[in-house]
């Protein structure tokens, strides 16, 4: 059976949910929960997005994010492939942590903000791991009600929705989620309409046709955009360095020759190329051309080498002739 395609709309509030794979554990001990909690203000550093909830539940934990520029897709995969690769290696397995694909549901924000931050913080009531929600320590609930520094999630754009000072609304707040313990679940949080979007029917079609117009511009853009040269790419470095074009195209690891495909996957980024042609060209597998990319950017940072030889490549490709 086909995958549907996830929604992806830049402004959107998401309910993302990730478990376990075949409901295994994916917490063991305090360690674990804060590395989760590191790796996920790391990412939001390096792709920024709006964090308004989670709660990290043993086997499965809950996100209330606002999308930015970076797709959920993309925030998501880092957050999962970094935590897998540190609970592998501390715990000494192998395997898939996490199953295949997350949940991320696309809610209406006026409709759903407010429940969808009691939902998810009333978590552990509802799993029977403690009987108040303050009492749980890895949710950002107790940021909300002032008993924590919040120095990952961002309460004040949520608190305002329920008081104009923030002693009423984090007031407010506390009565809204002892409220929300006397309810059941709300299935509509886990089961969107096409497992995609939560909301009312007129924003569901709304969304559809946002969506859809999204889609066929940037078909129609990549249709009028030409497929870069990428041989060019290798050409230029050749230029500006000591290398070969087969020794930057080879499985060399040396440090000249890692910067070098640093340098063509940033460039050729910019001129639309994708992540399976840049590995063909310079000999990785495609998913380590994400992190070149993310590694480059980070070098780009500290590096003026770094800094001359992207914009050395840049000026050699726009000068290049068209074939």
Partial sequence: MARKPRVEVEGGLYHIIARGNNRQ?????????????????QTKT?????????????????????????????VMHRLLT???????????????????????????????????????????????????????????HRAYLGMEKSWLVDIEPVLRHFGATKKLARKRYELFVKAGMKLRRREEFYKAVEGRICGTEEFVERTKVRVGEIAVARRAQLKNRSAPDLQKLVEAVAQISSLTAEEICS????????????????????????????????????????RRFESGKNRMKK??????????IRMLVSKAPEN
């Fill in 25 to 41: 554990r994916i917490f063991d001990d305090d360690d674990d929960y804060q590395e989760m909690l590191k790796l996920l203000a």
């Fill in 46 to 74: 390096k792709l920024p997005f709006y964090f308004y909830a989670y709660c990290l539940m043993p086997n499965h934990f809950h996100l209330l994010v606002e999308r930015q520029q970076d797709s959920i897709g993309r």
């Fill in 82 to 140: 970094g935590y897998s690769r540190y609970y592998n290696r501390r715990h000494e397995r192998i395997g898939h942590l996490f199953q295949k694909r997350h949940k991320a549901i696309l809610c209406q924000t006026d409709e759903y903000l407010a429940e969808l931050l009691r939902y998810i913080h009333l978590n552990p009531v509802r799993a029977k791991i403690v009987s108040d929600p303050v009492d749980f320590r890895y949710s950002s």
């Fill in 251 to 290: 499985r060399g690891k040396s440090t000249t020759i890692v910067m070098a495909k640093e340098a063509i996957v940033i460039v050729g980024h910019e001129l639309g190329a994708g992540n399976a042609a840049l590995a063909r060209l310079i000999g990785i597998d495609n998913s380590t051309v994400s």
């Fill in 303 to 312: 590096c003026k080498e770094m800094q001359k030889v992207v914009m050395e």
